[in-house]
């Protein structure tokens, strides 16, 4: 039996290991995950992995005053790794359809795996006194604003003060399970027929509204069983994220710019909407652009890619002016954290600040390199209005020659300038748009 356990116990184990690298050294998430799980036989291992690092880390601050209510005295530092286990233990109570038994026994098991055989008896105290109070402690911490919505303080003020009205349910629409989102590539067939193709597979799915060819299917898969990904029909792509292509004004012989393009979806998506223009992709990140490298090469698609940081375009730029700059900024992530949960934990709110700085630095050093009379999309994923419509009455004071193009949607909601779409509407993430022209 204890052989049979094993795998479950590594596990959990690991689960543990990877949130350490998190919560402790401050490591992201999609960089520590992928390698953890690759060092498992076991596929489903590696789901479980995966299913309670985001969860943990989507609770987390609910877990943790929990948990500090449960514990007579902290942890030391060098045990990290066992208060990493019980938090998982607690969630895998709180919010997994696991039979408790199961949850407890496995993750007192996993102590082991640990190498802390002494923390045993504390794994099973702790998540048994869980089991017993659950409801009055969890009702007991969420009296505080930071555990009853699992976000930190500084977020959930900054988000009350942004958005007044609308702020409680941003912070719900974080805490839930993002959807699972392609784009059919319009290259190669439409939308309908895709959806057709995924009937056929027994695969349920539906077209998501404000898009041309956004479909969300009902449970998540593997890349690998989705029909004709190799051959470049579809992409995994946010709804929202798709809106971008659309709103740049493409046609035949324009020269286009994307600024920051890793990880490459607006790249190939501006391709596939208008194959006749002539683009050029530039981010900082050298190893990132091997990912759109591949990516294009799946899609059947040709851009130049170009290493170098947005923000010194006289290190890459030919002095060829641009029709179209999509400028997608780097930005505090705060309306995609259902999908990166671990910005929870990662980002400060001294954070802020710096970002919106470079994202100055960056719509300065760009605007040149756009041609009078051509268009600069600037969009971010986030919910915060010092990154959006701030940017933009900054960015329009300082430039006499920039004019807004207002965007006319049904989708979103129109800011001072720009339109922003919160996360979880119309099962979209946290997004933000604005178009500028720059007058001759």
Not at 128 to 147: E, H, I, K, T, Y
Not at 377 to 383: K, P
Not at 425 to 434: I, R, T
């Amino acid at each position: 039996m204890a052989t049979q356990n094993k795998p479950v116990a590594d596990a959990r184990a690991l689960a543990a290991r990877v949130l350490v690298d998190v919560l402790v050294a401050g490591r992201s998430l999609g960089d520590v995950l992928p390698p953890a799980q690759a060092a498992l036989d076991d596929p489903r291992a590696g789901a479980l992995v995966q299913e309670l690092c985001y969860g943990t880390l989507r609770w987390y601050f609910r877990l943790d005053a929990v948990l500090q209510a449960l514990l007579s005295k902290p942890l030391k530092s060098r045990d990290a790794d066992v208060r990493c286990l019980l938090l998982t233990g607690l969630y895998q109570i709180d919010q997994l359809a696991l039979p408790q038994r199961v949850a407890v026994h496995e993750t007192v098991q996993a102590v082991r795996a640990l190498d802390k055989d002494w923390a045993a008896g504390l794994v099973n105290a702790v998540l048994r006194n869980f089991q017993r109070r659950g409801d009055s402690l969890l009702q007991s911490a969420c009296a505080g604003d930071v555990a009853l919505h699992a976000h930190p303080a500084w977020l959930i003020e900054r988000l009350r003060s942004d958005w007044p009205q609308d702020w409680a349910m941003i912070l719900a629409a974080n805490n839930t399970r993002p959807p699972f989102t392609l784009r059919v590539n319009r290259q190669r067939l439409t939308r309908d027929e895709y959806l057709d193709v995924l009937s056929q597979h027994a695969l349920k799915a539906a077209a998501v509204p404000y898009t041309a060819q956004a479909v969300r299917l009902e449970r998540p898969v593997p890349v690998s069983a989705l029909p004709g990904f190799m051959r470049g029909d579809v992409s995994v792509q946010d709804a929202a994220a798709q809106l971008a292509a659309g709103l740049l004004g493409l046609a035949p012989g324009q020269r286009v710019l994307d600024a920051c393009a890793a990880p490459g979806g607006k790249t190939s998506h501006i391709l596939e909407t208008e194959p006749a223009v002539s683009l050029v992709a530039v981010d900082i990140d050298a190893t990132r652009l091997q990912r759109i490298e591949s990516n294009l090469a799946r899609l059947s698609l040709q851009a130049e890619l170009l290493a170098g940081d947005a923000g010194q375009p006289d290190k890459w730029w030919d002095g060829r002016p641009f029709d179209r700059i999509l400028l997608d900024v780097p930005c505090s992530g705060s309306g995609v954290i259902r999908r990166h949960p671990d910005i929870k934990v990662l980002r400060r709110a001294g954070d802020i600040d710096a970002l919106v700085e470079r994202q100055v630095a960056i719509l300065d050093a760009i605007w040149p390199l756009l041609a009078p009379g051509g268009m600069l999309l600037y969009c971010t994923c986030s919910v915060l209005k010092a990154e959006n419509s701030g940017q933009l009455v900054d960015f329009l004071a300082r430039h006499a020659d920039a004019e807004e193009v207002p965007i006319v949607a049904a989708w979103g909601h129109g800011c001072t300038h720009g339109r922003q779409i919160f996360p979880g509407e119309n099962q979209m993430d946290g997004f933000y748009f604005a178009c500028v022209r720059k007058n001759s």
